[in-house]
């Protein structure tokens, strides 16, 4: 043991204690709950001795690294954002990953969020529990075995750490460690409190001396259990978050080794799960499952040397097979990525303004449902047969904003689907702030574009819409056929400052995104004018650069709205069916879109330093305020834009053209649009 390597490791945050040996290709292991990187002690010295370069850590709130005080600290996208910077660190692109409990939990999230990154992966006792689109975890459980049931036991803060500090450390960890009982644990209010539970061995199994109890003990007498039960309380808000990930299923190779008195396999039905071939569709490269006979949970414990030999067969067959074929690591893909084209400058005079009277009369045939997606009511217009395009809207606009591509395009063979999103015109508006994270958005159009009975679409998107359509390319990739991207370049995440932080930084507590932060404040400002008035100076702006928005915010008695002038391309027919639904909905749901931007960038560590693979074109005109903002255009023309994003395929900045394009050059965007899809 005296030859592992300890070293601490600055990931996502915090500080992580990791445990090493041996050098070769990297096996990552991640325990449960409640274990620590000791409980792939004997893993660790057989594999290194066979040319692995094993990698322990304790994961955040365990052991030696460090323990976030809030509970909401612990979510899925916390720790996967943590084994990924630790990845990172290791100066590799892909791991073998092997883990066991919670740590099986968070390797699917993993696989699923950044499949990669893993070679391959061994997974022991938990399998892949597929999302129940309308029924939170935690809440399913206690339907299923009551409120005694552990994981619903464990969801106060503080009573189970109170009923574990009565017993004592030793006494818990022995109970735990050793425990043999099959069915799902159920956890009677008192039972640690009493001291006494009839299951717990008085001596212990060969497998566990006390040297390695006495080592569990230490690290947890000076962590408490805090950190490793918060894991428990964000089972629900995971579940809530990622609804982008509904039904996907798990392409990396897998092997699955449980102990047949695992208290897993013996529950929830998950013996049935994995045996009739449920578990194989989920996980359609699942290579072999491994019942051990009379072994319970702790199997990398209880039968280290099996496990083991499990682990180096199937890493080994792995490693073999991919050695013979580089594309499979995705080295290969860089042939297919299309050559960047030139900038080009479309001259204003090409932006023919729609006829207002055939418009209107237009405007008639599109179709309008409601669709249930992800929890909410969502309304949806509707128009043509063909492939599917996805349009989705910014801020503050509607799926009216499509207009004008919706009746074209549905004329040309393509199905044209344009949402109010989440919080906007005819669509549920959620009241919590904290509804209206990027996962919620996401999860809203991945249900979406699955009530469609298509698996990809063509995305076209503009201002906040796109900035949730380089999400979707990012978490779900393979629901995009390619993405025509309006006003909002991919801005890749930087690992060190939150982005509402650096904006004011940068621009000042004035700068409008920081001014949108206060909930109530800037609805409050906007409510001194009328929305027609709101609407018309916000559509009608045309200044460059950042947007400031000084403390006086809109005048208390704004103007009459006919004196400011409308241009060619929007009527007041136009402004008045905006100002209806605003007057409806108020602004508070699209200005949470911006009171999420830095939670938005916690929990989207995972991805940070992705590359967007989608085919992309790029709209914006010169006058945007994004692309007049400081950088913008310099990170679109100096190829840091095409480095981001290899399928970047070609740049249009519209001369003399403002920021809601899609709209002011109606005709000129809906010709490129329709000249980048139809390739495909």
Not at 20 to 43: A, C, D, M, N, S
Not at 281 to 291: G, Q, R
Not at 497 to 519: H, N, S
Not at 547 to 563: F, R, V
Request: proline fraction near 6%; charge should be negative; include cysteine.
């Amino acid at each position: 043991m005296e030859t592992i390597q300890h070293r601490t490791v600055p990931v996502n945050g915090i500080n992580m204690h990791v445990a090493e040996k041996g050098e070769g290709p990297v096996l990552l292991f991640l325990h449960g709950f409640p274990e620590l990187w000791y409980t792939w002690r004997h893993q660790i010295l057989a594999l290194s001795s066979k040319g692995y370069r094993c990698v322990a850590p304790d994961l955040r709130g365990y052991g030696d690294t460090d323990v976030p005080k809030s509970v909401s600290s612990y979510t899925c996208f916390h720790i996967v954002g943590d084994i990924v910077a630790l990845i990172d660190s290791l100066g590799v692109d892909q791991v073998f990953l092997v883990a066991h409990d919670w740590g099986a939990m968070i390797a699917w999230y993993l696989c699923m969020f950044r499949p990669e990154r893993i070679k391959a992966y061994v997974c022991l006792s938990v399998p892949l529990l597929r999302r129940h689109p309308t029924i939170k975890t935690v809440d399913g459980m206690r339907f299923l075995y009551g409120d005694d049931y552990y994981i619903c036991r464990f969801q106060e803060a503080g009573e189970m750490e109170g009923q574990i500090a009565q017993v004592g450390t030793i006494n818990a960890m022995k109970n735990i460690l050793t425990t043999r009982k099959t069915g799902p644990p159920i956890l009677p209010k008192g039972q640690f409190g009493n001291g006494v539970n009839e299951s717990t061995p008085e001596t212990l199994p060969s497998w566990l001396t006390q040297d390695d109890l006495d080592y569990f003990v230490s690290k947890f007498d000076k962590t408490g259990f805090t950190g490793g039960l918060n894991y428990y309380r964000n089972l629900n808000l995971n579940w809530e978050l990622t609804a982008p990930w509904s039904g996907t299923k798990i392409k990396v190779p897998v092997k699955f080794i449980t102990g047949d008195m695992d208290m897993v396999y013996t529950s929830l039905g998950m013996k049935d799960y994995i045996e009739s071939g449920l578990f194989k569709e989920e996980v359609p490269n699942l290579e072999e499952v491994i019942i051990q006979e009379g072994v319970a949970h702790f199997n990398n414990q209880e039968a280290a040397e099996d496990v083991t030999n499990h682990i180096y067969t199937f890493i080994t067959k792995i490693y073999l097979r991919r050695s013979g074929n580089v594309c499979e690591t995705g080295v290969c893909l860089s042939h297919f990525y299309p050559y960047f084209k030139f900038i080009s400058f479309i001259h204003s005079f090409i932006h023919t303004a729609p006829n207002p009277s055939s418009h209107i009369t237009n405007m008639e045939t599109i179709e309008h449902k409601t669709v249930e997606v992800n929890g909410i009511k969502m309304h949806v217009a509707e128009k043509g047969e063909g492939p599917v395009v996805l349009f989705l809207h910014g801020f503050p606009e509607l799926w009216y904003t499509w207009r004008h591509q919706i009746l074209s395009l549905s004329s040309k063979g393509y199905r044209c689907v344009a949402p109010d999103l989440r919080g906007y015109g005819d669509t549920d508006v959620p009241s919590s702030v904290s509804s209206y994270t990027c996962f919620h958005i996401v999860g809203d159009i991945v249900a979406l574009i699955d009530s469609l009975g298509v698996d990809q679409v063509f995305l076209v998107a503009h201002d906040w819409g796109a900035i949730i359509g380089w999400y979707l390319c990012m978490f779900r990739p393979d629901r995009v056929k390619a993405y025509v991207c309006l006003s909002v370049p991919f801005l890749p995440r930087n690992p060190n400052v939150k982005p509402v932080d650096a904006m004011r930084a940068l621009y000042g507590d004035d700068y409008y995104i920081c001014r949108f932060q206060e909930p109530g404040k800037a609805e409050a400002e906007f409510g001194k004018a009328k929305p027609e008035h709101v609407m018309k100076k916000m559509f009608c702006n045309r200044a460059t650069g950042p947007p400031i928005l000084p403390k006086q915010g809109m005048p208390s008695n704004p103007p009459s709205t006919t004196e400011i002038p409308l241009p060619n391309w929007l009527t007041q027919e136009d402004v008045a069916y905006f100002a209806s639904k605003f007057e409806k909905t108020g602004f508070t749901g699209p200005l949470n879109y911006y009171r999420n931007m830095n939670l938005n960038w916690e929990l989207t560590a995972a991805w940070t330093g992705v590359q967007i693979k989608v085919p992309v074109k790029f709209i914006t005109g010169e006058l945007d305020m994004v692309y007049t903002s400081p950088s913008i255009k310099q990170y679109i023309e100096s190829g840091a834009f095409k480095r981001d994003v290899p399928n970047l395929q070609d740049v249009v900045v519209q001369q003399g053209v403002a920021h809601f394009n899609n709209q002011e050059a109606a005709v000129d965007v809906t010709n490129h649009i329709y000249d980048f899809i139809n390739k495909f």
